[in-house]
């Protein structure tokens, strides 16, 4: 009923830390962390456990969903959600990592009564890459990242600038923003007076900023660095008409399984979107035409991309009318909503 029932904390030695963490990478003491605090947990209301099972466990990452597997062993859970956010076939480059990473991710799989993936993909690949057997499969749910949209963040057609081309996350490789700056610079060619808004930093953010000095893009181009408040980046992005998802196709890049955080963030601020093929959600801009899906990860075709609505205003308000209605029918609610939805109608059909 939206009321926030009761917040516990428990702090593990091991899991303490003096250093920011890279968010890239994996922290062995960080599950060791989830394995205590899910057995903390169980054992400080065990009484109450004990009397009322836990309806629904869902565990975030195959660390924590096979902790409620073994929870429902032991007869404390009566339903286990293996709740996919980041997963890729070849996570680590290190074989063995690699191998403990997908051992642990099949057992999840195998055992969990469902599997919510973040993306189509996760589940196709584990079919068809990892050959896992589809009979031993939890029935796989596909249940995107969803950002509930804020009215007063889409400004009306009128207000917004329809030169403003927005990047925004961070300047790391992964993301392309090395592809961005060559391919805004074939664009100015033809378009002069558009501008590029790039949101964020990362470790190549001195690169992205001696290319832009390069190319003599000063005039044309600002970088803000990166910026904490969420409601900042919001409000600097809707201000923009087009938003940039330039992923480059990379060997064990997450992006191909992943749920991009950026593009949802877009369309949330009703920003027409040129993507790469490389993010599953590529797939829905081009068949729901909320934007431009390129060819490929090259220079030319992203340069197109936004060519397209700076060219043509009667294309970008008429996709941006479908990015709106598309943001407008998103909300964590009504996403989990639908997946729980679906979870009971595969219960009553088994």
Known sequence: ?????????????????????????????????????????????????KKQKIDL???VESINAICGILMKKMGFVNTVVYYIFDWAPDRYRNPVMNSVYLFLDKIATYYSDYTWNITYTIGEAKKNI??????KMSPQLYVPYSISCKEDKILPDHQIDTNLVIYSGGLIEENGPQLLIPAFKLVLEKFPSAKLLIIGGGNIEHHIKDLVTKNDLQQSVKITGYIADEEEIMDLQRRGAIGVAPYPIIKGSRKPFGDVIKIRSYFACGLVTVSTPVPPVSKEIHEESLGYKT??????????????????????????????KKAKATSWEKTYTSSLEKMCISFRHI
């Open 295 to 324: 060819k490929d990860d090259s220079v030319q075709e992203i340069a197109k991309g936004i060519s397209i609505f700076l060219r043509d205003k009667d294309i970008l308000f008429k996709f941006r009318k479908n990015v709106i």
């Open 1 to 49: 009923e939206g009321r926030e029932a009761n917040i516990k904390r428990k702090n593990f030695f091991f899991s303490r830390f003096t250093t920011k963490l890279e968010p890239t990478k994996t922290y062995i003491s960080l599950k060791l962390r989830d394995m205590c605090s899910n057995f903390y947990f169980l054992l400080a209301n065990y009484n109450r456990f």
């Open 130 to 135: 990892l050959n896992y057997d589809e009979t």
């Open 57 to 59: 466990f869902i565990g």
